[in-house]
Nanobody, 127 residues
């Protein structure tokens, strides 16, 4: 397991943008598959976007396709979630996650497939 530090959440009006960042503390993550999950009050944690170790394979939840972009900068040891055209229904706590033993071009979409989690960052979108 690694410690992940997430940042970038906040309050924004509908239609606005936010960029979330996540970095492992004290480690390089170039061989990790990464994911962003959200958890709304009273609901289970679910995948938003995922990216392979290589950066070549990505996955998006249907409702964010075309609005959100996951990317990674291995030189900066950081994974990003760019969120555009935000909607009130995007409101949730967002978590970054790492799978430290990953196949080069594979992404992972299940909570159980990740072994390390960040602390969560709140994203609130007002109408």
């Amino acid at each position: 397991q690694v410690q992940l530090v997430a940042s970038g959440g906040g309050l924004v009006q509908a239609g606005g943008s936010l960029r979330l960042s996540c970095a492992p503390s004290g480690r390089t993550f170039s061989s990790y598959a990464m994911g962003w999950f959200l958890q709304a009050p009273g609901k289970e944690r679910e995948i938003v976007a995922a990216i392979s170790w290589s950066g070549r394979s990505t996955y998006y939840k249907d409702s964010v396709e075309g609005r959100f972009t996951i990317s990674r900068d291995n030189a900066k040891n950081t994974v990003y979630l760019q969120m555009n055209s935000l909607k009130p229904e995007d409101t949730a706590v967002y978590y970054c996650a790492a799978r430290t033993r990953a196949l080069y071009n594979s992404y992972y979409t299940e909570v159980s497939q990740y072994d390390s989690w960040g602390q969560g960052t709140q994203v609130s979108v007002s109408s």
